[in-house]
């Protein structure tokens, strides 16, 4: 073994023993990349993929609502079967959303996930506790080849 080899050894085992003992025994400070760390997380309103979504629609949890908020002529031209329309450029959308039962679940969508998103603080300001937006919209849905109602 070099003399270089003999230095630098000593000291690469003890940095790599010094990163790896120097962390937090904590397991709340360690957060996954892939986990939400919005508000909307511990509310119960998540933005999921299109097949998530499809899959909670194809298990639906009793009461479950399919809400689409684009508008009626794009709902006309496909929506997401058993969906109920609220559009989202209406002068009375909070109203419609105020009718709406904030204790049954919910899947959220609209084309993109634009007017969804922006949908998501009105639903928390009304105290929905389930809901599940999709994660661009009608635009991920169909590409992920899944079926539209027409």
Not at 114 to 133: D, H, M, Y
Request: glycine share 10%; proline share 7%.
């Amino acid at each position: 073994m070099s003399r270089t080899t003999r230095i630098l050894l000593p000291l690469g085992l003890a940095f790599t023993f010094a990163a790896a003992c120097g962390g937090s025994d904590s397991a709340s400070e360690i957060t996954p990349p892939d986990t939400v760390t919005s508000a909307a997380a511990s509310t119960g309103i998540n933005t999921v993929s299109a097949q998530q979504a499809a899959a909670t629609i194809a298990d639906a949890p009793p009461g479950l609502i399919v809400l689409d908020v684009r508008t009626p002529e794009e709902f006309a031209e496909g929506h997401l079967q058993g969906a109920v329309m609220i559009d989202f450029y209406s002068d009375d959308f909070d109203a419609q959303l105020a009718t709406l039962d904030p204790d049954v679940p919910y899947v959220l969508y609209c084309r993109s996930g634009n007017r969804s998103g922006q949908t998501i603080p009105k639903l928390e300001a009304l105290g929905f506790q389930s809901v599940e937006n999709i994660d661009g919209g009608v635009v991920a849905w169909t590409g992920a080849g899944l079926p539209l109602i027409r």
